[in-house]
């Protein structure tokens, strides 16, 4: 997990320096190129009224605006700890389930649409908020602790199951991309009506490659 320092350049919140300094400093690159790096905290934090105690952090000194373009106040990681970058230190969500500061250990994410303006996303921190979905909640066992890994039985289309589209996935709230194998993607695509694929072009300067 990482905070923006009072000198972060895109303008978010600043720590207000109130825990404890470890000594240390911490970085984190991103697929994009960005970097982002500070020194470490151990502080009390409290996201939506839950209160994770002795949560370390670092406090971002320097990052790019890439990252934080949308004026965020901290970042926190979701995946398992062996594939955080925070080497083996108990997540925000980790600490509030070892902590008993919630019921249920389930989290969720929900993204709306772009363009509504009232609720964009919604992160809920123990339990499941039953209005962004209907029917009943499935259970994928995690094959590979790391990102969230897991099997599907396939892809479908208004209801219908496309065949060849089950297999191996993985849920990133990390990344605004979907990627599948080639396929995969048009044997979907083919199954919605009135979808017309972009050809695949070597030359960025054609425009999109999918």
């Known amino acids: 997990m990482w905070v923006p320092s009072y000198l972060d350049a895109c303008e978010a919140d600043g720590y207000n320096w109130s825990g404890t300094y470890l000594n240390k400093n911490h970085s984190i690159s991103y697929a994009s190129g960005a970097t982002v790096e500070g020194p470490m905290y151990q502080d009390d934090i ?11 952090f670092f406090v971002v000194n320097q990052t790019y605006c890439d990252v ?10 979701v995946e398992y700890r062996t ?52 029917g ?18 396939g892809a479908s289309v208004n209801g219908k199951l496309i065949p060849g589209t089950g297999g191996k996935a993985m849920a990133d709230t990390g990344t605004a991309f979907l990627s599948v194998p080639v396929n995969i993607s048009a044997a979907v695509h083919a199954a919605i009506p009135g979808v017309f694929i972009i050809p695949e072009s ?7 490659t999918r």
Request: hydrophobic share 30%; proline share 7%; no cysteine.
């Open 202 to 208: 070597s030359d960025p300067s054609k425009g999109p």
């Open 68 to 77: 934080n373009r949308d004026n965020n106040n901290a970042i926190i990681g």
């Open 46 to 56: 409290t996201i939506a009224g839950l209160t994770a105690n002795d949560m370390q």
């Open 136 to 153: 009943q909640p499935v259970t994928a066992p995690v094959y590979e602790q790391g990102f969230w890994k897991f099997m599907i039985d």
């Open 83 to 134: 594939k955080s970058n925070n080497h083996g230190i108990p997540l925000f969500f980790e600490n509030l389930i070892t902590q008993g500061k919630v019921d249920v250990p389930d989290f969720g994410f929900y993204f709306g649409p772009k363009n509504e303006t009232d609720v964009r996303g919604e992160l809920t921190l123990g339990g499941r908020d039953t209005t962004k979905f209907t």
